[in-house]
């Protein structure tokens, strides 16, 4: 069982998470379900600092043992700070996907981007769909 | 999607299931780290009915494999198993299969499960063009197979049987009783570790897969996915046809030229001659990264700014916690400790040839009892 998707928070359709900092930036990750899909997680791409991501794109990759996939940016903005914890530490993603295993940090192009996305209660709906 | 016997213990076991080669089988049932672990230090059962079982008898069934296969099997006992190569007459690998020698006129055949028809075929052929007097069954249908390897593979199976495992050798099979039915069990499998292969009506695979799994409660057995056996043999510096090897690829390109014997003739000899006269251009080597991340199948390898080859298996390997790999790469190139860099999305990433295997079990290993 996945952990709870948190009502703090909003969710694309590929499964990251956007936590608006109410100042212009927003912390951004995979969900908890994407861990469990993934599986151990032994190895993590981030973007490099000031890059500009476009919202959909790749911004980073996760790598669990078998498979390669890309982490797409749940808004567009530009990268202001990257977990480099998790060079040493893929794993936190596994334990962590809603915190310590938090991915990079943006600032914003458009807050009005973030209403775009799920609020919880629509992605639980998504990945109960996706279970059946 | 082909099911195996076991499919629905798979569901039940919650595994995650993928499409191998038109079988549905389990990937992984926790996680491959996991059963990747449990595998070198206690034990785990595959199910491995997916792959093909073919027989040969009639009073001319070693001329036949001594003419279709690479090996010298000349001297094979009986009990004894060999790998070998069945080629084309180009000399590519159709398959890297084992022959079980059962008696002087009687062979079993394991082929890979994609393979399992064109080793039929060519074998056949074979036959029919030189008139070799037998007969061939492929009996995959009717056979189940799995695999119980690990450090304690001995320990689990020997409450199942009053038979001496001690006595079965390392590549010799045994046949045996098991819940009353005939099977048969060799001391084999893919992924170095000390280990069982065992064969058994598919009728009741599903109740020897009961029995393994409940003898093993005590010894911390798991079961394992192909994830885990993908791992597993990478580490092993074992071959995965259909990705390292392939039709395209000659045996002495590849570590199977200890599988081919000049001495003797077979088929896709005069084309492997050939090779060795004129010289193998490209190598299979084994490599570790150096830099970060992961070589995985069909990246780039490069010396400097050269493009010298490509990677066909790569992964994470959890026992030595680094990423390995095996590359198809220049003949040039291919010594040990020769700096090279695989392309990793918009990114050269240092690695170098390494020789493998890249993991070897300690030979004195075999857990006899549960540990306290």
């Excluded at chain 2, 064969?199 to 079961?223: E, H, V």
């Excluded at chain 2, 990114?347 to 993991?359: C, D, E, H, I, N």
Aim: include cysteine; hydrophobic fraction near 40%.
């Amino acid at each position: 069982m996945s952990k709870q998707n948190l009502n703090d928070r909003r969710y694309s359709r590929d499964h990251e998470w956007a936590k608006d900092n109410g100042d212009g930036t927003v912390l951004i990750g995979i969900t908890d379900y994407a861990q469990e899909m993934l599986t151990d997680i032994v190895f993590v791409e981030l973007p490099p600092m000031g890059k500009k991501v476009v919202k959909g794109e790749p911004m980073a990759v996760v790598e669990s043992v078998k498979s390669v996939s890309d982490i797409y940016a749940p808004v567009s903005g530009e990268v202001i700070a990257i977990n480099s914890k998790l060079e040493e530490e893929p794993a936190l993603i596994n334990s962590d996907a809603f915190g310590e295993g938090w991915i990079v940090r943006m600032r914003i192009d458009d807050a009005a981007e973030l209403a775009l996305l799920l609020d919880a209660a629509a992605y639980d709906l998504l990945i109960s769909e996706d279970k059946h | 999607m082909k099911k195996t016997p076991l499919y629905e213990k798979h569901v039940a076991l919650n595994a995650k299931i993928i499409d191998f080669g038109g079988w549905a089988m389990p990937v992984q049932y926790t996680n491959v780290i996991e059963e990747h672990k449990a595998t070198r230090s206690a034990a785990t059962l595959f199910d491995i009915c997916h792959m093909g079982e073919i027989v040969v008898k009639g009073p001319q069934a070693y001329d036949l494999l001594q003419f279709a296969l690479t090996r010298n099997l000349q001297n094979q006992e009986i009990g004894q198993i060999k790998l070998s190569a069945l080629l084309t007459d180009d000399g590519g690998i159709i398959d890297d299969l084992t022959v079980y020698r059962i008696a002087s006129d009687f062979y079993l055949l394991v082929t890979n499960a994609t393979t399992c028809e064109s080793d039929w075929q060519r074998i056949n052929s074979l036959r029919d063009a030189q008139g070799f007097d037998c007969k061939l069954e492929n009996i995959s249908e009717n056979v189940g197979k799995l695999d119980l390897q690990g450090p304690s593979a001995q320990a689990i199976f020997s409450t199942l049987t009053n038979y001496d495992l001690n006595s079965l050798r390392y590549y010799h099979f045994m046949e045996l009783k098991v819940s009353g039915q005939p099977a048969l069990i060799s001391r084999s499998g893919y992924t170095g570790e000390d280990g069982f292969e065992i064969y058994a009506p598919a009728k009741i695979i599903g109740d020897i897969w009961d029995r393994i799994m409940k003898a093993g409660l005590d010894f911390g057995l798991k079961p394992a996915g192909l994830g885990a056996r993908d791992t597993l043999r990478l580490e092993s510096g074992m071959m995965l046809n259909g990705q390292d090897i392939s039709e395209s690829v000659s045996p002495l390109e590849v570590p199977y030229s200890w599988l081919v014997d000049f001495d003797k003739e077979f088929a896709g000899a005069a084309a492997l001659r050939a090779l060795q006269q004129s010289g193998i251009k490209k190598k299979l080597v084994g490599l570790e990264m150096t830099g970060r991340g992961i070589a995985r199948h069909g990246y780039k390898v490069f010396l400097g700014d050269k493009e010298i080859g490509i990677v066909t298996s790569g992964t994470f390997a959890p026992t030595l916690n680094k990423a390995i790999g095996l590359a198809f790469v220049d003949i040039d190139y291919s010594s040990p400790d020769t700096e090279i860099s695989i392309a990793i999305r918009d990114t050269l990433s240092p690695a170098k040839v390494v020789k493998m295997p890249f993991y070897k079990r300690l030979k004195n290993t075999v857990v006899k009892r549960p540990v306290d």
